[in-house]
């Protein structure tokens, strides 16, 4: 319990996403005070479900990774979700008007032996770029691919830590047909409490414990567990201790990319493929990729990265739905692509309180994930899949840091 009148509360989580969550499920149970605050009014961070005509839109994260050793694949197990097991359609053939089978094989293989080269050979600028090929034809199309993976181009991408990542993923990469969102936003325990549309706009770690201070007023806490994006923390919207440099050094070594989604409904009878992949131009660097009739869903999935996603914050949904109506036009032909119409649009770059999709590290800084995840003065402790050291990106590698750190403010409040 809070003692006495010194703290409002024991520990104050700030943000409700995969991280969050996880904080609160290892602290719960364990006769501390626990609030969330969050500045959103909805939990789940980066995983959000978006439940529009019937559909369940995921508009951040959709895939479980690595789903063998996902811990949310095993909530979901647990909690009786069904679980679509079967493979993506990422690097299957695409009947393309544009890009022959033959000319998919040179570009799947132009990728394969970039990887090969960074993960064999790295390069010594850390930069994930200079393992291309400089007369590849197909480095555009590795240039999309990285906006989709990562969210940035690849010379700003570190080879160390894109390594790490792939060394640690497997290719099991499962669905939720309610969604990833749903899932994570059901998982906050019942003893919990909740404050939302409470953006904490500054942190003082002075004195004893923590006081968090928002909109309505100051959180007295004995320990905090600071969750939010790197973007969030490299910036001005939260204030931190001058003490606490470091950690926002470490934030503006690890931005998050940009990825953004774009929903199309198929109204009406008409033959577009099912679970299939095209990429609009895979000469194109920042050519997004559209995906057909997800979990048979009349959708068409558009995935923007890099600096296509930048467009949608830039130019607004109506622009954006326009450019990609018309890519379509052009790879559907008319008639089909008439059947199209524009559902919904992620923003997550646009979003004060997040500010990208998710984290890569800057060539030579990998490390800075691990001093982003050091606890301060054993009252300020640090989660968010920025924080983990080989499934950054991920929803289920947010969980993780969540609960690793909900275990040190554990065994520092019992010193």
Same mark, same amino acid.
């Given at each position: 319990?809070?003692?006495? =009148?010194?703290?409002?509360?024991?520990?104050?989580?700030? *943000?409700? *996403?995969?991280?969050?969550?996880?904080?609160?499920?290892?602290?719960?149970?364990?006769?501390?005070?626990?609030?969330?605050?969050?500045?959103?009014?909805? $939990?789940?961070?980066?995983?959000?479900? +978006?439940?529009?005509?019937?559909?369940?839109?995921?508009?951040?994260? @959709?895939?479980? !990774?690595?789903?063998?050793?996902?811990?949310?694949?095993?909530?979901?197990?647990?909690? @009786?979700?069904?679980?679509?097991?079967?493979?993506?359609?990422?690097?299957?053939?695409?009947?393309?008007?544009?890009?022959? =089978?033959?000319?998919?094989?040179?570009?799947?293989?132009?990728?394969?032996?970039?990887?090969?080269?960074?993960?064999?050979?790295?390069?010594?600028?850390?930069?994930?770029?200079?393992?291309?090929?400089?007369?590849?034809?197909?480095?555009?199309?590795?240039?999309?691919?990285?906006?989709?993976?990562?969210?940035?181009?690849?010379?700003?991408?570190?080879?160390?830590?894109?390594?790490?990542?792939?060394?640690?993923?497997?290719?099991?990469?499962?669905?939720?047909?309610?969604?990833?969102?749903?899932?994570?936003?059901? !998982?906050?325990?019942?003893?919990?409490?909740?404050?939302?549309?409470?953006?904490?706009?500054?942190?003082?770690?002075?004195?004893?414990?923590?006081?968090?201070?928002?909109?309505?007023?100051?959180?007295?806490?004995?320990?905090?567990?600071?969750?939010?994006?790197?973007?969030?923390?490299?910036?001005?919207?939260?204030?931190?201790?001058?003490?606490?440099?470091?950690?926002?050094?470490?934030?503006?070594?690890?931005?998050?990319?940009?990825?953004? =989604?774009?929903?199309?409904?198929?109204?009406?009878?008409?033959?577009?493929?099912?679970?299939?992949?095209?990429?609009?131009?895979?000469?194109?660097?920042?050519?997004?990729?559209?995906?057909?009739?997800? +979990?048979?869903?009349? +959708?068409?999935?558009?995935?923007? *990265?890099?600096?296509?996603?930048?467009?949608?914050?830039?130019? @607004?949904?109506?622009?954006?739905?326009?450019?990609?109506?018309?890519?379509?036009?052009?790879? $559907?032909?008319?008639?089909?692509?008439?059947?199209?119409?524009?559902?919904?649009?992620?923003?997550?770059?646009?979003?004060?309180?997040?500010?990208?999709?998710?984290?890569?590290?800057?060539?030579?800084?990998?490390?800075?994930?691990?001093?982003?995840?050091?606890?301060?003065?054993?009252?300020?402790?640090?989660?968010?899949?920025?924080?983990?050291?080989?499934?950054?990106?991920?929803?289920?590698?947010?969980?993780?840091?969540?609960?690793?750190?909900?275990?040190?403010?554990?065994?520092?409040?019992?010193?």
């Amino acid at each position: 319990m809070a003692h006495g =009148k010194t703290f409002d509360v024991d520990v104050a989580i700030i *943000g409700g *996403g995969a991280a969050g969550i996880g904080a609160a499920r290892r602290l719960s149970g364990q006769g501390l005070s626990v609030w969330l605050v969050e500045a959103s009014q909805r $939990l789940g961070g980066r995983g959000w479900t +978006l439940d529009l005509e019937g559909l369940a839109l995921d508009m951040g994260c @959709g895939w479980l !990774h690595s789903a063998g050793h996902n811990a949310w694949r095993q909530l979901a197990e647990d909690a @009786g979700w069904e679980i679509d097991r079967r493979a993506a359609a990422w690097n299957q053939h695409q009947p393309h008007p544009h890009f022959t =089978k033959a000319e998919q094989d040179e570009a799947h293989a132009a990728f394969d032996a970039w990887h090969a080269r960074l993960m064999d050979t790295p390069p010594a600028s850390d930069r994930a770029s200079d393992a291309l090929d400089p007369s590849n034809r197909w480095n555009g199309y590795l240039q999309a691919m990285s906006g989709f993976i990562s969210g940035a181009a690849l010379d700003r991408i570190s080879a160390a830590d894109y390594n790490a990542y792939e060394r640690a993923a497997t290719e099991q990469n499962w669905r939720l047909p309610r969604g990833y969102g749903t899932l994570i936003a059901s !998982h906050l325990p019942l003893d919990t409490g909740c404050r939302f549309s409470t953006p904490v706009e500054a942190i003082d770690a002075e004195g004893e414990g923590v006081t968090l201070r928002t909109p309505t007023g100051g959180i007295r806490c004995r320990a905090a567990v600071v969750t939010v994006s790197t973007n969030v923390l490299a910036s001005n919207v939260m204030r931190l201790p001058d003490a606490l440099d470091d950690w926002r050094h470490a934030a503006a070594c690890l931005p998050l990319g940009c990825d953004e =989604k774009v929903f199309f409904s198929i109204d009406g009878t008409v033959d577009l493929p099912t679970e299939e992949v095209l990429v609009a131009n895979p000469h194109d660097p920042d050519s997004p990729v559209f995906y057909f009739r997800p +979990l048979e869903q009349p +959708l068409v999935e558009t995935f923007l *990265g890099s600096r296509s996603a930048h467009r949608v914050t830039a130019e @607004g949904p109506a622009a954006t739905f326009d450019h990609l109506s018309s890519l379509l036009r052009g790879l $559907l032909g008319r008639d089909a692509a008439s059947h199209l119409r524009p559902l919904a649009s992620s923003g997550w770059s646009g979003s004060t309180y997040v500010r990208g999709s998710y984290s890569h590290a800057l060539p030579t800084q990998a490390h800075q994930r691990q001093q982003l995840a050091t606890p301060f003065r054993e009252r300020l402790f640090f989660a968010g899949e920025a924080t983990h050291p080989d499934a950054f990106s991920t929803a289920h590698g947010a969980l993780e840091t969540g609960i690793r750190a909900g275990t040190e403010v554990l065994q520092a409040l019992t010193r």
